[in-house]
């Protein structure tokens, strides 16, 4: 019944900017810790950013950090992941994750389907 669906995603230019949002359903999404996560084929999924239950300080993977921005909207049921100064090696497919546990280490329960990337140089 868990339903998470990106959008966002495109081909840009090294530099620009891009805007991914997660429109959530079937669940109660304020009990939920959320996430960003990537991945590339032949790669491991990279977690990019975590906000967890009651924690108002959003983690980040140093890959990523003081370039993008991750929120939630509780009243639309949506997450955000702004990207700025994008990178060619930011190129993947972006999904949002979920998970009923508070800490950003535990593993994510539900996934997306995913939004591609892909940025040139």
């Known amino acids: 019944q868990v339903q998470l669906e990106e959008s966002g995603g495109g081909l840009v230019q090294a530099g620009e900017s891009l805007r991914l949002s997660c429109v959530a359903s079937?669940?109660?999404?304020?009990?939920?810790?959320v996430g960003w996560l990537r991945q590339v084929p032949g790669k491991e999924p990279e977690g990019i950013a975590c906000?967890?239950?009651?924690?108002?300080?959003?983690k980040y993977a140093d890959s990523v950090k003081g370039r993008f921005t991750a929120s939630r909207d509780s009243a639309k049921n949506t997450v955000y992941l702004q990207m700025n100064s994008l990178k060619p090696e930011d190129t993947a497919v972006y999904h949002c994750?979920?998970?009923?546990?508070?800490?950003?280490?535990?593993?994510?329960?539900?996934w997306g389907q995913g939004t591609p990337v892909t940025v040139s140089s």
């Open positions: 906000l967890a239950r009651r924690d108002p300080t959003t």
């Open positions: 994750a979920v998970k009923a546990a508070a800490g950003c280490i535990i593993p994510y329960d539900s």
């Open positions: 079937g669940f109660a999404f304020d009990s939920y810790s």
